[in-house]
């Protein structure tokens, strides 16, 4: 499914929303959590940002948890990242997030009576859509992935995606 930019209220950022009307629910996120999101994005540069969210449920995400353990270059993962071609020889290209910290995070979540909803990263290359390894290495078809690119830092584009089937849907942020 294409995406439209739409321009946000915020001068910040563009929301990634789909030009037809959307098969999914839409999600709704405070103005906030999106600048916060933005925010964590561009200050990683030049690296990759990445974490979970948790929210009150999968439409309302109310919190970032950025995460900073990357497995992505062990013996275990390495040769996967690399197999989807040249691209991915970059070492600082994906991501794996160590079981540990997660563990740590959804105790966190918890304690904060929130429920896993999904995870962001950045693109600091491409747009805010999902790769074929963002789909291939997706664990959970109910978790949302929130990607935001800042290939163009001074325009980030956020895109919120339901990941599953080897495919994706474009799911619609309302901004409130």
Not at 33 to 52: D, I, M, Q, T
Not at 102 to 109: A, I
Not at 131 to 158: C, G, H, K, M, R
Request: net charge negative; charged share 20%.
């Amino acid at each position: 499914m294409s995406a439209k930019i739409q321009k946000s209220t915020s001068p910040i950022y563009k929301l990634a929303n789909p030009q037809a009307p959307p098969a999914f629910p839409k999600i709704f996120m405070k103005t906030r959590l999106l600048e916060e999101l933005v925010r964590l994005c561009l200050e990683a540069l030049p690296h990759k940002a990445f974490g979970l969210v948790g929210g009150e449920d999968h439409y309302h995400p109310t919190s970032l948890y950025p995460c900073s353990t990357n497995l992505r270059n062990t013996p275990e993962w390495k040769p996967v990242f690399e197999s989807y071609g040249e691209f991915y020889q970059d070492p600082d290209l994906g991501f794996v997030i160590s079981t540990p910290e997660v563990k740590t995070v959804l105790e966190t979540m918890d304690a904060r009576r929130e429920s896993f909803v999904g995870v962001f990263h950045s693109h600091r290359y491409l747009c805010a859509q999902p790769t074929e390894i963002d789909v291939a290495l997706s664990s959970d078809p109910d978790l949302f992935s929130y990607i935001v690119s800042v290939a163009n830092p001074a325009e980030p584009e956020i895109g919120v995606f339901r990941l599953s089937g080897g495919g994706y849907q474009t799911i619609t942020i309302v901004e409130c």
